[in-house]
């Protein structure tokens, strides 16, 4: 089985200021530079064929370069436990049109249609069961933003679940047109 999922890696100098944002925090697993990336649309885990078929849906998707900025930080909180810290996307129809397209596409090849609301992030951080309150580093950090910068390629990642937390590896890019 391969989990594959659709996504933007930001440039190098967002991904430092991404990281900058990083300090302890009780039983928080902070994300790597090479696990940061903006997800355009999550598949799941498919077999061999079925990966072949995403991959031929979105080469017919027309990727345009996007600019888009991160402006803000957040959690997603679920039943009393911290869930993932993240850093938010500036409003951005595009990319939002870019997820329908991309959704689209896959529907088509027969896949089901994503059943939640995009929203547009980078994840920061997860945790474990321990239950921490991240109101203290939302509250210092909820001014954070980066310059508009440009997205002129998404990829097709397979991630691989390990001792030392995920590993994602891009296996197919399609270029801005």
């Not at 990336?37 to 027309?62: F, K």
């Not at 803000?72 to 397209?101: C, E, T």
């Amino acid at each position: 089985m391969h989990r594959l999922f659709v996504a933007f890696r930001p440039p190098p100098a967002i991904l430092g200021q991404l990281l900058s944002l990083t300090e302890y925090m009780l039983g928080a697993r902070w994300q790597s530079e090479e696990q940061l990336h903006l997800t355009l649309r999550y598949i799941g885990d498919v077999d061999r064929h079925q990966a072949e078929d995403v991959a031929a849906a979105l080469q017919g998707v027309l990727v345009r370069p996007l600019s888009v900025a991160i402006s803000g930080v957040g959690s997603f909180d679920h039943k009393n436990q911290s869930r993932p810290i993240w850093a938010g996307v500036a409003p951005a129809p595009l990319l939002h049109d870019l997820h329908k397209k991309i959704d689209h596409a896959l529907v088509s090849s027969g896949f089901p249609p994503e059943g939640r609301a995009y929203i547009p992030h980078i994840t920061l951080a997860r945790f474990g069961r321990v239950k921490e309150d991240v109101t203290p580093w939302l509250l210092a950090h909820a001014d954070f933003a980066t310059a508009p910068f440009i997205l002129d390629h998404m990829a097709l990642f397979e991630s691989h679940i390990g001792r030392d937390g995920p590993r994602y590896e891009e296996v197919m890019r399609v270029d801005a047109g």
